[in-house]
């Protein structure tokens, strides 16, 4: 995902960034790294293309640089895409922790699976989110894990 426009909102104390597909996802101040304060601002703030345009470069008024990437802001407005990728990726990570332990060859995985060899290997593609999490769940039975989904409410925002 790549971010079209970053804006200040300083009466929120914020950054907001507006990714391609028109949705905002407003990032606070006290997150940034250095921080902004009252007298220290931000004095310029762009959509930095040395990012691949997925973040935002801002300079404060005593020159300090620093940037806030599109997945930071995902992540603190607990985006409901990006927190299922993220669920995707560590199942990945730890099916690919598994095969390096099970020593097993990915021809006998893809037999048990009872797909083709380049079906296991998307599969155990950690940047590929076209996957689905039942997926991931067989490769990890096969590999003899078990997994429990375990669910808890989580603190207002």
Do not use: W
């Not at 929120?12 to 407003?26: D, I, M, N, S, W």
């Not at 620093?66 to 299922?84: C, E, K, W």
């Amino acid at each position: 995902m790549k971010v079209k426009s970053v804006s200040l909102n300083n009466r929120k104390a914020q950054v907001e960034l507006t990714t391609r597909a028109g949705k905002t996802y407003p990032f606070p101040f006290s997150q940034l790294d250095p921080e902004p304060t009252p007298e220290n601002r931000i004095q310029d703030i762009y959509v930095d293309k040395e990012l691949a345009n997925e973040g935002a470069t801002y300079t404060l008024e005593s020159g300090d640089e620093g940037s806030v990437l599109l997945d930071h802001a995902l992540a603190y407005n607990r985006d409901p895409a990006y927190v299922a990728n993220l669920l995707l990726y560590k199942l990945t990570r730890e099916a690919l922790q598994r095969i390096e332990q099970a020593g097993r060859s990915r021809c006998e995985l893809a037999r048990r699976l009872n797909t083709s060899l380049s079906q296991l290997y998307r599969l155990l593609d950690a940047t590929n989110y076209k996957k689905s999490a039942g997926q991931m769940i067989q490769l990890l039975h096969v590999l003899g894990v078990d997994v429990d989904i375990v669910t808890t409410p989580r603190d207002a925002a």
